[in-house]
């Protein structure tokens, strides 16, 4: 089936330690987005990126790292410099860079600091 | 940047009861998407309407982009029509997906 994967789909970290949450797909996407949110909230932007090798921060970026090497691959790091890092955190994917075309979204990683 | 308003925040209904939920944007945007994000946190496609209506079953979209704001219309409520409902633009350069705050809606049985 066509889609995109987020794994795994509940984490828990402890204080201190960095996390790497995984976004696959297979829709043969340019651009990815990493977003998270919070209880009763909307989306907010973390990173996204255009093409393999290039991304921007979004609006909350700080305490987070992405890497794009692989098309089909956005992982998320969750940093310890992440001040308030528990959340539920989404991934979407769209057709061409700079094209609009409609976005489609993973089923999201729930994230603990415990 | 952009912003997205989305009212009303809340509404509750009895089952059966039409809804329209609206859409406000502060810019010119290129394309516009209608999102459900049911009891388990899953954002589902209900449209994408950059402009003009759209209907699939029970649900509506009109999206006026000049007058930038758009509706998404829900007739014959079904308890499952409950969840958030959130719009998505995107800004100029087709980079960025905004998100507007949503919209959470109860339906009574």
């Known amino acids: ?7 795994p789909k509940y984490l828990f970290r402890k204080e201190g330690q960095n996390v790497t949450l995984s976004c696959e797909q297979n829709l043969n996407h340019d651009a990815m987005y990493w977003y998270r949110q919070d209880p009763g909230q909307g989306l907010r932007l973390i990173y996204y990126s255009q093409i393999v090798n290039d991304f921007q921060k979004g609006d909350i970026a700080e305490g ?4 794009r090497e692989k098309k089909e691959s956005f992982p998320l790091t969750v940093t310890s410099a992440q001040k308030n890092p528990t ?3 989404l991934c ?3 057709g ?3 094209v609009n075309t409609e976005a489609f979204f993973g089923q999201g990683t729930r994230l603990t600091v415990v | 940047g952009i912003q997205v308003e989305q009212s009303p925040p809340d509404l509750i209904l009895q089952e059966g009861a ?3 939920l609206r859409c406000n944007f502060s810019d010119s945007v290129n394309n516009l998407q209608w999102f459900h994000q049911n009891p388990w946190g899953q954002l589902i496609n209900l449209f994408y309407i950059p402009s003009g209506t759209k209907q699939n079953g029970r649900l509506s979209a009109t999206t006026v982009a000049t007058e930038r704001y758009s509706l998404l219309y829900i007739s014959s409520s079904q308890t ?3 969840g958030v409902y959130f719009c998505a633009v995107r800004d100029s350069s087709a980079s960025k997906i905004i998100f507007g705050s949503g919209t959470r809606l109860s339906i009574r049985p």
């Open chain 1, 96 to 98: 061409q860079a700079r």
């Open chain 1, 1 to 7: 089936d066509g889609g995109i994967t987020q794994s």
């Open chain 1, 87 to 89: 959340a539920f955190y």
């Open chain 1, 92 to 94: 979407a994917s769209s």
């Open chain 2, 18 to 20: 039409n809804s329209t």
């Open chain 2, 80 to 82: 499952t029509d409950s």
């Open chain 1, 64 to 67: 987070y790292s992405v890497s």
